[in-house]
């Protein structure tokens, strides 16, 4: 398995969730910032030209979302997505889509002071988004109680990146919901890998 990675970007999150399965994966570092990016060659792995990328065999893939379900499937052992079969399987698709999908749009909305109508607009608005997401999360620790999913963790590197540049306002079970997981191994493991890309010239 290989990932597409650039330090301080939102490679993390996939990085992160490499972590958490504990299974061997190859770093590709990607500068995105380099004259000519994105070359044709990576935009087979990612058309947007954007990181991160994932290639395990056959074709190589981007976006966030589809990286983390790709390596939970991929894993079942690791419980980090609940099987296709399993009844709490939409919730979870619906959770993991929930940061590219409304988070997203949601924050940028609070940084550039627009108003969307929050009907017609697909994230609803900012306070209609993070209302749901906090409801949500509140009874805890986990969105599915006391398991872990890759969901959890994409919601998670996106409270950290919108409370960290105040495109999300830290309220208590964001910041809570946050700390707990910035405490698994996995993402402390994934914070050192990062430092040590980030300090490569």
Known sequence: MKLY???QTRAFTALWMMEETGEPYEIVRVDIRAPGHPTDAYKMINPMGK????????FGFG????????????????????RPTDGARGRFLQWLMFSATTLEPAMMEKRLGSTPNT?????????RAFGALEAALKPGPW????????????IASSLGFGMMF???????AFVEFSERASARPAFKRA???EAKEAAKK
């Open 5 to 7: 990675h650039c330090p």
């Open 51 to 58: 990181v991160a990328g994932f290639k395990d065999g056959g």
């Open 63 to 82: 976006e966030t979302a589809a990286i983390l379900l790709y390596v939970a499937d991929k894993f079942p052992e690791k419980k980090l997505a609940p």
């Open 119 to 127: 009907v017609s607009a697909g994230w609803g608005d900012y306070d």
């Open 143 to 154: 969105l599915f109680g006391d398991q872990f999913t890759a969901a959890d963790l994409y």
């Open 166 to 172: 105040g495109m999300i306002d830290k309220r208590r």
């Open 191 to 193: 914070q050192e890998i």
